[in-house]
């Protein structure tokens, strides 16, 4: 007789303004062999996970954390939008040099969010957590001169679950 079995693993990644501190999770499951009486455990680490708002668009996100050093993080996020469009972050929370980028859409669709260059972006780490409360968004920046087209304000959320030691290869497209 052969046994089948069929584990469905499901990790939900949402992010609030509330402390959520997840734990890796593990599944004991029955082994697949008949022959023998043997158990087997699966440890899933949790996905980081990110919230960016533009105004009353929000962004849920899969996060990749990065802490190259004392007090300073890089979280690069993928998600979709309600639209099913491509959704990628980039959020640079560095000491003099913070930065908040979600391009959303492709090709001739393609938009970037940017945080406005004038004015001051803070931020704050606290338990893994990392919040830019409050974000001034806008899009087609033009470094030369400046000028750009306002957005809307938001806010950046990003809960770092596990901290990885460089950037994801698919940051680089």
Not at 27 to 44: F, H, K, L, M, Q
């Amino acid at each position: 007789m052969l046994l089948g079995m069929v584990t469905v693993l499901a990790t939900t990644c949402s992010v609030t303004d509330e402390p959520n501190r997840a734990e890796p999770t593990s599944t004991t499951s029955p082994s697949a062999t008949a022959a023998t009486d043997s158990t087997s455990t699966t440890t899933t680490v949790p996905v980081s996970a990110g919230l960016i708002r533009i105004g009353p668009a929000s962004y849920d996100l899969d996060v990749t954390c990065i802490a190259p050093g004392a007090g300073e993080l890089l979280a690069v996020g993928v998600g979709r939008d309600v639209n099913d469009k491509p959704v990628e972050a980039f959020v640079q929370a560095f000491l003099g040099e913070p930065y908040v980028g979600l391009r959303v859409g492709t090709g001739q669709e393609e938009v970037l969010f940017e945080s406005r260059l004038e004015g001051v972006l803070e931020f704050s780490i606290a338990d893994d957590v990392l919040r830019f409360p409050e974000v001034d968004f806008v899009t087609d920046l033009d470094l030369v001169s400046g000028e750009f087209t306002p957005a809307g304000l938001g806010s950046v959320v990003i809960e770092c679950r596990a901290y990885e030691d460089e950037l994801p290869p698919t940051m680089f497209r």
